[in-house]
């Protein structure tokens, strides 16, 4: 392999969805990819071909950007508490409150109860009688459908073409998403976190190849002129980040 054709092809290795066939097995001169190549020769041939044309290796469009809010469908609940069927120091029964149905979990431990992870000794048998009772209130009205835990996470569609814009290749870029959200949160907090969602996805497509004016311009549409912290000078005291 000539030494450009070998830079090119590290180079077009991360946008080929299933290059990973290839690189655990080297010996075989079939491989399929995203691009449609067939073969290694192919492949290579495709990196002769950009080497002696001289152009860029790709060109990178953003073809949407979207924010998504999705039900978490495994939100972690221990700082409210726990569910059980069997009764412990400072367990709520569920069928004395009229709560509990044939089938179901009779005890709720709240997690201020002694020996649960939110147990403070430092405060009075009231106070944690009564933070047991808003947590007991709180699960309960979860299973009951009157809120949900929620996540927020950006999404952008890039087109990458490899051959001047002949084909192109979709490929869904996420950023990491913020799961763990209480739906009747404050809408100003959920609406920080797409924003911050947004402006961690924005960076992310730009070590992608997307140049930095198109990034500016195409979230210019998604991203308010200011942060909704309402700080106007919020990234240089660290609220959010560039």
Same mark, same amino acid.
């Given at each position: 392999?000539? $030494?450009?054709?070998?830079?090119?092809?590290?180079?077009?290795?991360?946008?080929?969805?299933?290059?990973?066939?290839?690189?655990?097995?080297?010996?075989?001169?079939?491989?399929?990819?995203?691009?449609?190549?067939?073969?290694?020769?192919?492949?290579?041939?495709?990196?002769?071909?950009?080497?002696?044309?001289? $152009?860029?290796?790709?060109?990178?469009?953003?073809?949407?950007?979207?924010?998504?809010?999705?039900?978490?469908?495994?939100?972690?609940?221990?700082?409210?508490?726990?569910?059980?069927?069997?009764?412990?120091?400072?367990?709520?029964?569920?069928?004395?409150?009229?709560?509990?149905?044939?089938?179901?979990?009779?005890?709720?431990?709240?997690?201020?109860?002694?020996?649960?992870?939110?147990?403070?000794?430092?405060?009075?048998?009231?106070?944690?009688?009564?933070?047991?009772?808003?947590?007991?209130?709180?699960?309960?009205?979860?299973?009951?459908? $009157?809120?949900?835990?929620?996540?927020?996470?950006?999404?952008?569609?890039?087109?990458?073409?490899?051959?001047?814009?002949?084909?192109?290749?979709?490929?869904?870029?996420?950023?990491?998403?913020?799961?763990?959200?209480?739906?009747?949160?404050?809408?100003?907090?959920?609406?920080?976190?797409?924003?911050?969602?947004?402006?961690?996805?924005?960076?992310?497509?730009?070590?992608?190849?997307?140049?930095?004016?198109?990034?500016?311009?195409?979230?210019?549409?998604?991203?308010?002129?200011?942060?909704?912290?309402?700080?106007?000078?919020?990234?240089?005291?660290?609220?959010?980040?560039?």
């Amino acid at each position: 392999m000539k $030494k450009e054709q070998e830079e090119w092809l590290g180079y077009l290795w991360d946008y080929l969805p299933d290059h990973h066939h290839f690189a655990m097995n080297p010996k075989k001169e079939k491989v399929q990819t995203g691009a449609g190549l067939k073969t290694k020769e192919g492949l290579l041939n495709l990196c002769q071909s950009i080497v002696d044309a001289g $152009k860029p290796p790709h060109k990178t469009v953003i073809e949407s950007i979207v924010v998504n809010r999705e039900d978490d469908d495994c939100p972690c609940l221990d700082w409210l508490g726990k569910y059980s069927m069997e009764n412990c120091k400072g367990a709520i029964d569920r069928m004395e409150t009229g709560h509990w149905q044939n089938g179901e979990y009779r005890y709720f431990v709240p997690a201020v109860a002694e020996g649960q992870i939110n147990y403070d000794s430092s405060i009075s048998d009231e106070e944690r009688e009564k933070y047991s009772r808003e947590d007991y209130l709180r699960m309960e009205s979860l299973e009951s459908g $009157k809120w949900y835990m929620l996540g927020v996470q950006a999404v952008c569609r890039l087109k990458i073409s490899h051959d001047g814009g002949k084909s192109w290749l979709l490929q869904d870029i996420h950023s990491s998403g913020l799961w763990g959200i209480e739906s009747d949160s404050d809408e100003s907090f959920i609406k920080q976190v797409e924003y911050e969602q947004l402006e961690e996805l924005k960076r992310l497509v730009i070590t992608l190849g997307v140049p930095q004016e198109v990034a500016d311009e195409e979230f210019s549409h998604h991203l308010p002129k200011e942060c909704p912290c309402g700080d106007s000078d919020c990234r240089s005291n660290g609220c959010c980040k560039d």
